[in-house]
């Protein structure tokens, strides 16, 4: 087991251990979230959500009373929460305009990723919200042992691998700022029992089969350019390392951008491909991914091609998300089917 997912086995053997009690938060509570610190004189009471994962978060811990609007949509909400759907407002499936964030009233605002409110933030920064007296939550996953460069070509770069670790601290802490702490125990409890449980199947599976190569395709800002791929740091990263595959792209950058025949040359066996509903670039759309690799000159000489080893994944899970546990449970099923 490589030192990234014993971390976070002993970190939810402890969880599982700990004393059932809830402790209530004492207000006002101060914590510091990726670099700057706020204080709650009480938990937030109308919360927007910049980003999928956190709503799905917030679903995760019973908040959903607390959230009034969503935003940045990559496809369905999970089965357990697929009745929410038509209850949860809508901004906007992509980036909010400032003003309809403001337009809800929020008390604080959740987001994913620090592209949408940070220091270049597209919605705005953070600055801007806290000087209308709103708070802002950026997940630790976008922020701990990550460096955005305006040279980068892709979502920024990691000095410090993505761990489960980090999704743990966020339910942690959101649990603490909403009094909520029962709740985030739990659900840390039940996400360490599905990777034990994963794990467990990989080994058990043979899966962890030697030199076993893959490649991660989210999407391109073109469809015959280059591929925003998985670095070698990010989510998809730990979901490899946790089935014993060897991701083919050698880079800290968490999507960069790799030409095909980049990726060719390392000839993968296996292909992981994102589906999402969003449709801000041509490549976002599977069938046209499946299509562009079955017919293109260099890819469609790819073993993973060429044995049709081409497994799809909802989108959110290969982000930092609760859902990346869905994608090694899923990958593994698939892999073991395929062999």
Known sequence: MSYKLLSSTLFAAAALTASTSAFATHYPFTIDNCGQKNTYEHAPERVVTIGQHETELMLALGLKDKIVGTSVWFGPLPKAYSQDATSLKRLSDNSPSFEAVLGQK???????????????????TRGQFEDLGVHTWISPSDCVGKGLTDSSNSDGARSVPFSVDLLYREITDLAKIFNVEAQGKTLNAQLAQRIEKAQKAAN??????????????????????????????????????????????????????????????????????????????????????????KNDPVTKQMTAIKQNHIIVVPAMSLNPSLRNVDAVEQIGQKIGQMK
């Open 106 to 124: 929020p008390d604080l605002v959740e987001a994913q990723y620090t592209y949408h409110v940070g220091k270049q933030g597209e919605v705005a």
């Open 204 to 293: 058990s599976s043979a899966l962890k089969a030697k030199d076993t190569k893959v490649v991660f395709w989210f999407s391109s800002s073109r469809l015959k350019g280059d591929a925003w791929v998985a670095g070698n740091s990010g989510a998809p990263e730990w979901i490899a390392d946790a089935l014993g595959l060897d991701n083919v792209v050698d880079s800290n950058q968490e999507w960069p951008a790799v030409s095909w025949e980049t990726i060719a040359a390392d000839n993968p066996d296996y292909i992981v491909l994102a589906k999402m509903d969003r449709r801000l670039y041509p490549a976002d759309d599977i069938k046209k991914k499946i299509a562009f690799l």
